[in-house]
Structure formats: C-alpha cells, structure tokens
C-alpha cells in the first residue's frame, strides 16, 4: 500500500498568515492527489484535486501544488472559517490512502 | 440536488455484523461509484471499498476477508456488511461517491457505529 506521510499534525496560524501543509507519498503517485477540509462533525469537503486543480466553490486562497512524491496544500491568507482538520489523499493505487491529518487552529 | 445518507444500527455486539445502508438521490448508480469511508474517533480517514458504476467491487485488503459492498439500483441504495467486528471497528461510517475515479466529492453525513456488549 502507499503510505502518505503527512506533516505537520498540527499547525496554529495567525489571521492574514499564509499556511502550508505537505504530504509525501511512499511512491510516485503521478499527481493522483486530492486535499480536504473536515469540521468538527462534519464530512470532509473537497479542496483540491488533482494536485492543483481548486474544486468549484472552493476560496481561490486555497491552491495545491507538488509531483511525484511531494505535494503541498497552501492557504494565503487565514481565515478564521479555515480551521479545522487537512487530509490528503492518493489515488494512484488501490487502497485509496489517506494522510494522518493536519489540525488547524488560529493563534 | 445530490446526496447521500447513511443509516444503520448505532451499536453492535463484538463479533457480529455491521449492516449499513447509503441511500443515494441526485445520482445514478449506474454511472457513478460510491466508496465507503471510515473514520475511528479522534483519527483519520480509512478507504474501505468501492462498488462501481458497472456493479464491480474492490476493497481495501485490510478488511476485504470481512466486507462486502452491495447495491440495489431501482432503489439507488449501496450496502455494506462486515462480519466480526470488533471494537476497532468502531467509527464514523461514510459513503461517499467517487469523483475522477479516485476523489469524492459529494459525501454523506456519516453513522457513527459503536462495538461493544
């Protein structure tokens, strides 16, 4: 299976800061990477698929970047309506993996 | 308007089998894929399977030996049953349906599933 390696686990950022999170795949997974956001209680919603490409309806301060094994998820510009939990997920192999998650608060 | 809605029995005995049901509006079963997703309280997020738009299924090895993934169209419902649970297989449950061929976009609310006697 490919492990995604996810940092870092937790993060508290400042209004206005711009935030990054990364996740590093155990393979190449040839951008078959997705992020999202997940509320207390809630199901996680999609940000970002396909590496970069910002899902419709999602805040354009949200962007993904990386190849091969890398890829990071950038907020530019905090929000307090961004806190909450940051997953990223493969989709290059089956099982489907997930990263072990990123808490985001504000300072 | 899609979405999905999961529902099942809250609490199960070690041991026995988990049945649940993700009930499905605003999508065709017949040309869209629906996982099933779950998550431990307090941790992250683990694949579980999928049923295809063409009625195929994978699953995550982990677990394929106790999971089975079902549908019933003309009720645009998916299934999952799992057998032998046991207390870490207490989770929120989540279908979702498949988006790009390995994303979700859409997702249900989740059930919560507790193991114990």
């Known amino acids: 299976d490919i492990q995604m390696t996810q940092s870092p686990a937790s993060l508290s950022a400042s209004l206005g800061e711009t935030v990054s999170i990364e996740c590093l795949a155990s393979?190449?997974?040839?951008?078959?990477l997705a992020w999202y956001q997940q509320k207390p209680g809630k199901s996680p919603q999609l940000l970002i698929y396909?590496?970069?490409r910002l899902q419709d309806g999602v805040p354009s301060r949200f962007s993904g970047s990386g190849s091969g094994t890398q890829y990071s998820l950038k907020i530019s510009g905090m929000q307090p309506e961004d806190e909450g939990d940051y997953f990223c997920l493969q989709g290059s192999k089956f099982p489907l993996t997930f990263g072990s998650g990123t808490k985001l608060e504000i300072k | 308007q899609v979405q999905l809605k999961e529902s099942g029995p809250g609490l199960v005995q070690p041991s026995q089998t988990l049945s649940l049901t993700c009930t499905v509006s605003?999508?065709?079963?017949?040309?869209?894929?629906v996982s099933w997703i779950r998550q431990p309280p307090g941790k992250g997020l683990e694949w579980m399977g999928v049923i295809w738009s063409n009625g195929g299924t994978d699953y995550n090895s982990a677990i394929k030996s106790r999971l089975s993934i079902s549908r019933d169209t003309s009720k645009s419902q998916v299934f999952l049953k799992m057998n032998s649970l046991q207390t870490e297989d207490t989770a929120m449950y989540f279908c979702a349906s498949l988006y790009g061929g390995y994303t979700f976009d859409y997702w249900g609310q989740g059930v919560m599933v507790t193991v114990s006697s």
């Open positions: 605003g999508l065709s079963l017949t040309s869209n894929s």
């Open positions: 396909a590496a970069n």
């Open positions: 393979e190449d997974i040839y951008s078959y």
